[in-house]
């Protein structure tokens, strides 16, 4: 089935160091991307996302990359920040039906250290 | 402001009871869904539905059901509680292909 792997599961940088989040997803009419990040006791909350004819997104110090041929999709945090400390998930699906389901990857635990 | 809201935020009930988690959303959003998040598996999607009277089962339905009976609400009824579904379980809308927008979910323990 529809599949979506995150790597890694826990990473740990210094404050103002960048931070690189990867998933990789199994359905190859997958055209949607989003990235939600989730703050202890809080829902997700979309910070960013992609869709396929987009190779590369920014906003500030987030970034997301898309290589469809790979199946492939990666967030980028530059100069880190403790508040941006939480789990942060990524997500595929096919936005042009109306299934709207996303398939998530396991998450990853980013913790910015002061 | 829009929306999106759960109740209760904290549930604790026995084994074998019936429950019932609230959703609501204020966007006028056509899609609804229901996830439940447990360590070592993400989000996993229980129920959604893309319009009143429309329901479909996620990943995970078993135990669980749903019902729309208009477009702000989405009910969660666990039939018959049990131990393996103690978990914290989300909701969330969206406009047909667009992003979705989560609650804040609903911690439920099952003793």
């Known amino acids: 089935g529809e599949n979506v792997e995150q790597h890694p599961s826990t990473l740990s940088v210094q404050e103002g160091d960048s931070a690189v989040i990867k998933c990789t997803y199994s359905d190859s009419a997958s055209n949607y991307f989003p990235w939600y990040k989730q703050e202890l006791g809080k829902g997700p909350q979309l910070i960013i996302d992609i869709r396929s004819n987009v190779g590369e997104k920014k906003d500030q110090r987030i970034a997301v990359t898309l290589n469809k041929t790979a199946k492939h999709f990666s967030l980028h945090i530059t100069e880190t920040q403790p508040e941006d400390s939480a789990v942060y998930f990524c997500?595929?699906?096919?936005?042009?039906?109306?299934?709207?389901?996303?398939?998530f990857g396991q998450g990853t635990t980013l913790q910015v250290k002061p | 402001d829009a929306e999106i809201t759960q109740s209760p935020r904290h549930k604790i009930t026995e084994t074998g009871r019936q429950v019932t988690l609230a959703c609501h959303q204020t966007?006028?959003?056509?899609?609804m869904f229901w996830y439940r998040q447990d360590l070592g598996h993400g989000l996993r999607l229980i129920h959604y539905s893309y319009g009143v009277q429309d329901t479909n089962k996620g990943e995970v339905s078993d135990g669980y059901s749903v019902s729309r009976s208009n477009t702000e609400d989405l009910p969660l009824t666990l039939e018959s509680a049990a131990s393996s579904q103690t978990s914290v379980y989300f909701c969330?809308?969206?406009?047909?292909?667009?992003?979705?927008?989560f609650g804040p979910g609903t911690r439920l323990l099952v003793l």
């Open positions: 966007w006028n959003h056509n899609n």
């Open positions: 969330a809308s969206s406009r047909v292909g667009e992003t979705q927008y």
């Open positions: 997500a595929a699906s096919r936005s042009s039906s109306n299934t709207g389901k996303l398939i």
